[in-house]
């Protein structure tokens, strides 16, 4: 080992906070929505704050924008006129003409750790969600199909599915490698319209236009009545004196759905993400850091699901930085850039993202 590795790894073990990327900062609301297959945040906060390796309690408070603004199919721009002549799927004379879906999450994340090995989070999202679409249109596309008066809008806004995840760590001295497990909850109002038109579960329903009073799309609810078994990974490895590099991994899956009728029911699907990413650690309070986020989202499933329009593959670019304002209260800021996307259907598409947090230890 040579002297710049000996004094890296002397600071590394030293450090009160080890910096890697952890992935319990995938929101615990519904990652995908109809309106898109993997919009929700893939940030990582824990790689932005840097992850407590001393026994005690942590609070970290997020908040995320998210406006899904642009209409795509594939990798590229989409117009209204495809979405209904060239629908998502040939068996259907038509297709839904989507508007926008603006959304705000806040995430309340309680971290306990029981030593330097193990831990356990709890994730309690809130999420306001405002959804427009001009609704199924039939062959062929005419303009007034996306007149003003054709647009129906919802509000959602509540409690999201609360995930608790457990990590461990101990694998190696320098804990710089660690597993997670965990479930998420169905805490979330769910539910949507079955084929015989009646509402199940506790759906939001159109406030405005011509489907007022019909049920939202279940995948735009603010849970997915799902419960949901998660297995992560990640790792931190120090790549000179001032950079400390990281990679994680998770994958979530559906085990069990409340909407479970035939005719009625609905599985989201599941959902892998990775995140790598590099920090610059020269300065000891403020610490600028760049991510790459890639998820890939399977269709959800079900009649109550929108199955060729909710898959799709996406990588952001996220630049941040964080800083120390005192020794146990830090705060962070990032956008995320989407570099590719590969989108089923037609969804709408967020053009950035942005995302702020204070994280606190007690």
């Known amino acids: 080992m040579s002297l710049q590795q000996s004094a890296r790894a002397g600071r590394v073990r030293s450090r009160r906070h080890v910096a890697i990327a952890g992935l319990l900062a995938t929101f615990a609301l519904p990652q995908a929505v109809q309106a898109c297959a993997t919009c929700g945040c893939t940030l990582s906060t824990d790689a932005a704050t840097g992850y407590s390796t001393t026994s005690g309690w942590r609070i970290n408070i997020d908040y995320t924008y998210i406006d899904q603004n642009q209409l795509r199919h594939g990798g590229r721009k989409a117009t209204a006129e495809q979405v209904v002549d060239q629908p998502a799927n040939p068996a259907l004379d038509g ?100 084929e015989d038109g009646h509402l199940v579960g506790h759906p939001v329903t159109f406030r405005s236009g011509p489907v007022l009073g019909q049920s939202l799309d279940t995948d735009l609810q603010a849970g997915t009545g799902s419960t949901d078994l998660i297995v992560g990974a990640y790792y931190y490895q120090p790549v000179s004196q001032n950079f400390d590099a990281f990679a994680s991994a998770q994958f979530q899956a559906a085990v069990k759905e409340n909407l479970n009728q035939a ?69 962070y800021a990032f956008v995320q850039v989407p570099i590719y996307s590969r989108l089923q259907g037609y969804q709408v598409f967020p053009g950035w993202t942005g995302t702020v947090g204070v994280s606190m230890k007690l």
Do not use: C
């Open 95 to 194: 297709g839904e003409i989507e508007k926008n879906t603006t959304n705000h999450y806040i995430n309340l994340t309680a971290m306990y750790r029981f030593n330097a090995d193990w831990g356990v989070n709890v994730i309690v999202p809130y999420g306001i969600r405002d959804h427009s679409t001009y609704g199924t249109q039939s062959q062929p596309y005419a303009p007034a199909e996306t007149a003003p008066d054709q647009l129906s809008s919802a509000h959602v806004s509540g409690l999201g599915d609360i995930k608790i995840l457990a990590n461990y760590q101990g694998f190696l001295p320098t804990h710089n490698l660690g597993v997670q497990f965990g479930v998420k909850l169905p805490t979330g109002n769910y539910g949507g319209q079955n």
């Open 263 to 331: 005719g009625g029911d609905f599985r989201p699907g599941n959902l892998t993400t990775v995140s790598v990413g590099l920090r610059y650690e020269a300065h000891a309070n403020w610490v600028p850091q760049v991510q790459i986020n890639w998820s890939r989202k399977m269709a959800d499933q079900g009649f109550l699901a929108d199955v060729p329009d909710t898959e799709g593959t996406v990588a952001y670019l996220s630049p941040g930085i964080s800083a120390s304002v005192s020794r146990n209260l830090q705060v």
